[in-house]
């Protein structure tokens, strides 16, 4: 961030979860329903990683839903795990071998969690949207074979909120 003073950043929603590398440790942010605000340290640096649709939950192993609308560090989650992880970073002066430390040790630990991929298909379904006149979530039930409930269930758990909002 600007050395003389880092302006608010707005942070509107998107259906995605960050995981940010600040001052030396990992924190999550996200999911949003309403824009955030938010004012880093002025000099810090900040390097963000951010999660494809539907894979977060499997990565940090919590439920979206439990995480709409903060910011957390992922000590908080994880613990000892965490600091592991963060031990882990080659951190140094140089940004880009920073950022090149911190893909592969987030790339590493994620090698052994499976994305939703139900879930990120619904994400695509939506993308491109349902046909005309057809309502979004009767279509999702269809296009996915699952049940209103069902469907509601999976979309807070990798998402952190329902189908008409992702």
Same mark, same amino acid.
């Not at 050395?3 to 509107?12: L, Q, R």
């Not at 963060?86 to 994305?115: H, K």
């Given at each position: 961030?600007? /050395? !003389?003073? !880092?302006?608010?950043? *707005? *942070?509107?929603?998107?259906? &995605? $979860?960050?995981?940010?590398? $600040? =001052? ?12 955030? &605000? ?6 810090? $640096? %900040? ?7 539907? &894979? ?8 979206? $839903?439990?995480?709409?609308?903060? @910011? ?7 613990? +000892?795990? +965490? @600091?592991?992880?963060?031990?882990? *970073? ?8 920073? +950022? ?5 040790? %987030? ?5 052994? @969690?499976?994305?939703? %991929? ?10 491109? =949207? ?6 979004? *979530? /009767?279509?999702?039930?269809? +296009? ?5 409930r069902t469907l509601r269930r999976r979309f807070d758990e990798s998402f952190g909120y329902g189908p008409k909002t992702a």
């Open positions: 961030m600007d /050395p !003389a003073g !880092a302006p608010p950043i *707005v *942070v509107m929603p998107d259906a &995605t $979860i960050d995981l940010q590398w $600040i =001052g030396g440790s990992f924190r999550i942010a996200g999911p949003d329903k309403e824009p955030q &605000t938010e004012v880093l340290a002025a000099g810090e $640096i %900040v390097i963000g990683l951010r999660f494809h649709p539907a &894979t977060a939950a499997a990565w940090l192993g919590v439920p979206q $839903i439990e995480l709409v609308g903060q @910011r957390l560090l992922l000590d908080d989650l994880w613990g +000892a795990r +965490a @600091r592991r992880l963060a031990s882990r *970073v080659r951190a140094g002066d140089n940004l880009e071998d920073l +950022a090149c430390s911190l893909e592969q040790v %987030v790339a590493e630990e994620a090698a052994s @969690r499976a994305p939703d %991929v139900p879930m990120q298909a619904a994400y695509r379904l939506i993308e491109r =949207g349902p046909p005309p006149d057809a309502p979004l *979530v /009767p279509w999702l039930m269809r +296009a996915l074979e699952m049940s209103e």
